[in-house]
């Protein structure tokens, strides 16, 4: 007989738990007064019924720039029909589109009749801007072309080129069209090409990270509309704000933080939620996020990996990195794999240090020893190995994780642990 399971609505804490997610979009816009500013002037000519501006945006990753766009798009539409303007806004994210042709198939798509698509392949390319020309034509009025993940273009017969040079190129007439670009690749507009980042970036806005007090407004904001009055103890919303300043002033992950704190303490029947939620969800994504990492890691990396952690189990890191390579060349040859170079290795040692998954301290020894890297994980071992369990059943079990293989309830090989690796 399965136990009697049922479920109760538990509200306690939440008022509304949905606006913590990344498509909610709130009202407004807190901690962004000067780049809504800017943002603001440059969208102005629209309004004026004059020749949009190419607009930029850029800046790291959650640092509120779609959500700018979105909000102020939104007024621009509200106003422009109000004025009589004539304005139609295309947003597309360029996520999975690296050519321009294949933005201007969707472009044509968006534009047309759902009856009257074009297939996504097949056409000569010239003849695509034949239809998007058209179809900007039959629309009129200003258009507004919202490129979001722009830097995944990466083609020379550039769309961003293209369009912005439509009208003087006479493929328009009718239409006066904008392309707002936006990108969290910091080295995207300098690697662009001389006239495409003139046309493309005649009014650029630079998003930079949010401070603490920022985020601690962008936070408050949403905690309102989600949390119960009295819901949050005092010190909640400054550390989730103070972390998220320190992981790059993201506002994302600043509010993933809080919905999690919120969760734990759900999910542990709190009154309130308190510092000790935040903490324990902090351990928690960050866990996800290390375990996230090393699975997209590629194989060899994963192997020199696999070597350093087999030292911790040992309680013998921190480790050189040619006593990693030594280990590394070990497991290649268990599972009859040619070892990288000695020198590749140490690349993998210092990229998995920047990816925060690894410590890598330099030491020095003077004449007698030379200067070389420690290394250290900077996890515990058991997150390393459940990360990587599909390449630990693969290689099979050193010696120097058994104990944790075997304790975990989180890795389960597909064969035997009793035929573990010996040291080396
Ligand atoms: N100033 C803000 N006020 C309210 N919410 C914000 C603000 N800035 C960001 N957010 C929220 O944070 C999340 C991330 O913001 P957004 O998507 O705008 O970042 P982004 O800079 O476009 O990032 P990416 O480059 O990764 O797309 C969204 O849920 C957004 O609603």
């Known amino acids: 007989m399965p136990p009697d399971i049922s479920f109760t609505p538990d509200n306690d804490l939440y008022k509304n738990r949905d606006t913590l997610f990344e498509d909610y979009t709130p009202d407004t816009i807190v901690g962004r007064d000067t780049e809504l500013e800017q943002y603001h002037e440059a969208l102005q000519p629209v309004i004026n019924g004059e020749r949009p501006s190419n607009i930029f945006l850029y800046g790291k990753t959650g640092v509120g720039k779609t959500a700018a766009t979105k909000f102020l798009l939104d007024r621009l539409q509200r106003d422009a029909d109000q004025y009589d303007v004539d304005l139609t806004v295309i947003y597309l994210n360029c996520e999975d589109l690296s050519k321009s042709y294949q933005i201007a198939v969707k472009l044509v798509n968006e534009l047309r009749d759902p009856s009257d698509q074009i297939s996504e392949t097949g056409h000569p ?31 020379d017969d550039s769309i961003l080129y293209q369009i912005p040079r439509a009208r003087s190129n006479e493929h328009i007439t009718n239409a006066k069209v ?25 009014k650029a806005i630079s998003f930079p990270p949010y401070d603490a007090p920022e985020l601690q407004d962008v936070l408050q904001q949403r905690a309102d509309t989600a949390f119960h009055d009295d819901a949050l103890a005092d010190d909640v919303l400054p550390l989730c704000a103070a972390y998220g300043a320190q992981d790059a002033g993201d506002a994302r992950k600043a509010l993933d933080l809080l919905r999690e704190a919120g969760d734990i303490a759900r999910a542990a029947d709190a009154d309130h939620v308190h510092d000790h939620h935040v903490e324990k969800a902090r351990d928690k994504l960050e866990r996800e996020e290390v375990m996230d990492g090393i699975a997209d890691l ?64 330099p030491q020095n020894e003077g004449l007698s020893g030379g200067k070389y890297h420690d290394h250290d994980l900077k996890h515990d071992l058991e997150t390393v190995v459940v990360a990587m369990a599909d390449l630990v059943d693969y290689v099979g079990v050193h010696e120097g994780i058994e104990d944790v293989v075997r304790s975990s309830d989180e890795i389960v090989l597909s064969s035997d642990i009793d035929a573990t690796l010996s040291p080396d």
């Open 125 to 155: 390319g010239y003849k695509v801007y034949e239809y998007l020309w058209d179809e900007l034509d039959a629309v009129g009025g200003t258009i507004l072309v919202v490129l979001d993940e722009v830097d995944n273009i990466g083609d």
């Open 178 to 202: 904008g392309i707002i670009g936006i990108s969290n690749d910091l080295s995207f507009r300098d690697n662009l090409s001389a006239k495409v980042r003139s046309s493309l970036c005649e």
């Open 298 to 361: 590629a194989e060899h990396q994963q192997l020199t990996l696999y070597a350093l952690a087999t030292f911790e189990g040992d309680d013998e890191t921190p480790v050189s990195s040619s006593t990693v390579y030594d280990r590394y060349q070990s497991l290649c040859h268990y599972i009859g794999s040619d070892p990288r170079s000695a020198r590749r290795v140490r690349d993998f040692l210092k990229e998995l240090a920047d990816l925060s998954i690894t410590a890598r301290t």
